[in-house]
């Protein structure tokens, strides 16, 4: 489908809105102590837009490869553009008739060279140079960066994190065995507190699903147990119908599996019931504190 001028011009608009809160975000994190109780919330704010930058890059990439009808020869020199400022004082120079027209084949190809290298430029400097640069707690980056992408509706939107959660499991992993000496080795092996698969389907309504991924988002899936001692608190809360439970508690383990990819050995087959008091009545008072901010839950008998 043809690419009009004024809609490359706004999606390349929001790329530079992007750009620019990325850059100083970084400017700050990369001077503040690593002491810093805000370190690690300015850290994953900075890791989100970045994310969010070279995500949009790569839309912005395959929507205008998408735009070109005749693929064409693009001269080197189109890699001079190695920055979206470069892009930008370029194209206000080129000759076009008005922003509504469509851009033609012989442009398009070259907006596509140029984001295309601008966009594997961002992504090597952000894994190979920014990221050596920083101290990373996998554990607490992975639960800030979950909250964030709770907000973001598109399954495709998330491929970029979801990535780079990968790529934190994997490399925390190796400083766990003596790599890496430039990193903290924070991140447990055996944790499950990673971005869960995901699905299309829940055992919960809406309204309960909310309340469930707040308590995983707030706690942590570090371990079995804690899987149980949620379903516990939404089960003691009378969220569930007595007439369901069964069922509902069937499909919840099978959900749980499905998301974390447990199988073999990690594989759920039953929820345990000797759990810390003090916990659940922890999770309790969080129940009624959760009620009294977003309403009241439905319940049932």
Known sequence: MPMKL????????????IELVSDEQFSIINNLPIESPDYDLKLSEWLFNELRLISELKKLKEKINKSIQTKQYVPTEILSLNSLDDVYFWIINVEYEGEWNEIDDALLNKLFAAISYIYKQRLNQFYNEKLILLKINSANIQKLLYSKMLAIEKKGEKEILNDFIKYLKDFYADANIGHHENIDGSFNNESNNILPK???WSPFS???LKFYLF??????????SDFSAYWQCISDNEL????TIGRI???????INERFEFKNDSLITKLQTNLSADFLDGLDEEFFQYELVNGKLQKFT
């Not at 004024?6 to 809105?17: N, V």
């Not at 569930?240 to 007439?243: F, L, T, V």
């Not at 508690?249 to 959900?255: A, K, L, P, T």
């Open 198 to 200: 995901e699905l299309d």
């Open 215 to 224: 308590l995983e988002l707030k706690y942590g899936t570090n371990s079995k």
């Open 240 to 243: 569930i119908s007595k007439k």
């Open 6 to 17: 004024s809609s490359f011009l706004f999606d390349f608009g929001c790329l530079k809105e």
């Open 206 to 208: 809406e309204d309960l």
């Open 249 to 255: 508690r069937q499909r919840f383990i099978d959900w």
